[in-house]
């Protein structure tokens, strides 16, 4: 036990020499929310534009908010593709667009040496406010996206997860695929790519990050430059509440694979949930920690079963998934799902023991430095604060809340989110008896 | 359809920082253990790894992949500490901990809060003389890699042709087989091949320990003093050269495997770094793989994935650090309706370009821009910088070699450029795959409540 109580005299000891980063907030006239931390040791910058665009708001068209954002940069104002790229390019800027189930994100990355870090700005700017949408463009992405629907359709792993998705959200937006299923990707047009930027790629729709070597008038005037060419619009807001799974069902598809991948999960928490550090430090426990945690313990150190058997909570802005994972040789599933099973269930039943708990703890408020050690990660923490609307002091509070945690306190908060009686399962490989022949 | 070949090429090819505002600080102990420091005081964290020299190309026939499998035993316990409390006590302190297997390296890392670093370094110290090796462990590591192997390789369509791939590209070179084994020989290892292993590579005089964040250089080689100034070397005999034989004229094959999308992967035997009769050709190449795929205005996104449309991706690399000659690659995937033979007609197109033309102005100051760019960019990661310093001395350039890059490429010229591909990007040193999709037939059914 003196370990252990060393352990703590340190960990209290380092919150105190470590502060975590000053974001700085407000908003732009047209009420687009800003996010800035200044970092000066190099000179560069993280900017994310992150909008309410993702696919959750594509409505029956699956996969159009994921097209609207990869067109973007295809053709806007004056220039095509190549001129984009040559614009970022040579002044060394790194450009990209991504999206996600709750969010669009525009980022970039530039020096800030001031006519690289102009240029850079300049086009991105242009890329956010006058995209093209021309029609040689968007056939040439759509068909790109159709082309990876398919390869998705080689991978055990993809095959999974979107099953394992479908079963969880119904008919709920969290549903489909990001990126869409082929039937309505190949149904979609250039004026509806249009009509979803025209409607969501607005100022109240957006938040601006920027994490880097700027002064705040600098922060200022650039994130003012990005989103001011932007009509004010409206919010998204409306998605619709997560209605849970009416019972556990289980799903197999059959696939000629060496192993099956085994998913196994529920809807569970979203990011302003009271029960979240709860359930982010159970889980650490349970299947969240790398190296080491019950799943890891059961499955794979004891067993040999697998090469990786986790458990993550997805918090997204309605309750995002629980999803428990594993791979194993086909003719090894049962086993290996009733191992599965049956640590979630005991852990559910019993929750942590102490030394679990303190141990993961430890491990959590120990490594907080690292979780935003580079202006890359910090910038991701800034975003998800922005785009969540979570308190400004979500990463000061941080280790506090975690400590506050208890073992009886997760053990009540697993058993009323994690509801065995409703777990959605899926298996793709192939199944024992068509293997044995 | 992201570019698979440049991610797992890039991985392993390291951007590299210039020495203009960061120092490495380098001690070797008595014992022979090189110690290379880069402070970082931008956060109060830590980055440690123990580089060893060996990998998969250090491998002979029979026991391929024993590299990897024992750095999974490394986590299996030693005399002080049993199987599993390494992982235990690191993540107790707060630690990030793994390891990888290269084909020229093998490495273990933590990340912590910069002032644990003495547990890192008791922890590593320990294992790098005392491991325990034990029968029952290694049986259930044995299916735990197996299972690495079904996941990585062996369900995984375009790792099949990558792996497929090297067996024709490769006469006798060891970068011939895959750095996770053959499933045969992964079957039938034994303790004492891991032993052996163990006992001919694990030593201070074969490895490297690089620190990189909020310490000071002087205290680090102290602490290492403390923990690893003990520790025996080991008498290390050099490696037999296994010097790629010259291939004698194109290479093809054909590989079938369940997939929806065919694709092409074309490599030509060139020189790294390492191996180059004149180190600017190494550079020159690099130029030239920026030329193809540094980014989205590079020419075959620009030319073959926009302009003609033939593809829908389309990616090159080359790995100027790796210990042995190694191959410039090109994979592609056609576009609906296009042939891969269509494919590997434009993409020999875009060789005979860069043969008979010299690059434009724009397109070496793009690169240039780039590599001055990702100069500063990747000093906000501790953890790519000790990859880089790691990589580097592991496989013999030495870590100076990164503060030299951003003048090397800034040297090259348009004719040098034209003249390796001319030299290199010839067709008798060239092997090309085509992946043949099978049919896969799938099939779902759903039960209801358990």
Known sequence: MRIYLLGFILLAFSQFAFSAAKIEHWQTPQGTRVYYVHTEDLPMVDIQVVFDAGSSSDGQQFGLAALTADLLDTGAGQWNADEIAQRFESVGAQFGVSSSIDSATVSLRTLTDKPLFDKAIETMQVILTKPLFNETDFQREKNRTLAGLKQQEESPAELASIAFYNALYGNHPYAHPESGVIKTVAALKSSDLRNFYQKYYVAANAIVVIVGDLTKQQAEQTAEKLVSGLPTGKERGGLPEVTMPLKSTQQHIEFPSSQTHVLVGLPATYRKDPDYFDLYVGNHVLGGGSLVSRLFEEVREKRGLAYSASSAFIPMLKPGPFIVSLQTRNDQTAQALQVLNQTLADFIAKGPTEAELIAAKKNITGSFAMRFDTNKELAGYVAMIGFYDMPLDYLDTFQQKVNQVTAASITDAFKRRVNTQLLQTITVGKSAEKSAK | ?450
């Open chain 2, 1 to 450: 359809m992201k570019k698979r070949l440049l991610c797992t090429i890039l991985l392993c090819l390291p951007v590299f920082t210039s020495s203009a505002e960061t120092k490495v600080f380098e001690h070797t102990l008595a014992n022979g253990l090189k110690v290379l420091v880069k402070e970082d005081h931008r956060s109060p964290v830590v980055v440690s790894q123990v580089w060893y020299k060996v990998g998969s190309s250090y491998e002979p026939g029979g026991i391929t992949g024993i590299s990897h499998m024992l750095e999974h035993m490394m986590f299996k316990g030693t005399d002080k500490h049993p199987a599993g409390e390494f992982s235990r006590i690191i993540a107790e302190n707060g630690g990030d901990e793994n390891a990888f297997t290269g084909q020229d390296y093998t490495a273990y890392f933590q990340t912590m809060e910069a002032s644990r670093l003495a547990v890192s370094f008791e922890l590593e110290a320990d294992r790098m003389r005392n491991l325990h090796l034990l029968p029952e462990e290694l049986k259930k590591e044995l299916q735990v890699v197996t299972e690495e192997r079904r996941m990585r390789t062996d369900d995984n369509p375009q790792a099949k042709m990558q792996e497929q791939f090297m067996t024709m590209a490769y006469s006798n070179s060891p970068y011939k087989h895959p750095v996770i084994g053959w499933p045969a020989d992964i079957a039938n290892y034994k303790v004492e091949d891991l032993q052996a292993w163990y006992q001919r590579w694990y030593a201070p005089n074969n490895a490297t320990l690089v620190v990189v964040g909020d310490v000071h250089a002087k205290d680090v080689f102290e602490l290492a003093e403390k923990y690893f100034g003990a520790l025996k070397p080991s008498d290390i005999k050099p490696l037999k050269p296994q010097t790629e034989i010259d291939q004698l004229g194109a290479r093809k094959m054909t590989v079938k495997v369940p997939a929806k999308l065919p694709s092409i992967l074309m490599g030509y035997k060139v020189p790294a770094l390492k191996t180059a009769a004149n180190e600017w050709e190494a550079y020159a190449l690099e130029v030239l793989a920026g030329v193809l795929d540094g980014g989205s205005s590079a020419r075959l996104t620009s030319q073959l994935v926009r302009g003609k449309q033939i593809a829908v991706s389309a990616g090159a690399g080359y790995g100027l650090t790796s210990r042995m000659s190694n191959l410039f690659e090109l994979e592609a995937t056609p576009a609906e309706g296009k042939t891969v033979l269509e494919l590997e007609a434009a993409l020999k197109d875009e060789i005979r370009k860069l043969q008979e033309n010299l690059i434009s102005s724009e397109e070496l100051q793009r690169i240039k821009a780039q590599v001055l760019a990702s100069d500063i960019y990747q000093r906000d990661s501790n953890f790519y910088q000790a990859m880089q310093i790691g990589t580097l001395e592991t496989v013999g350039l030495g870590w100076q070699k990164a503060d030299e890059y951003v003048a090397k490429i800034n040297q090259v010229t348009a004719e040098q450029v034209r003249d390796v591909a001319r030299k290199y990007l010839v067709d008798d040193h060239l092997s090309i795959a085509y992946l043949e999709p099978q049919t896969i037939n799938t099939t779902a059914e759903k039960k209801g409540a358990k």
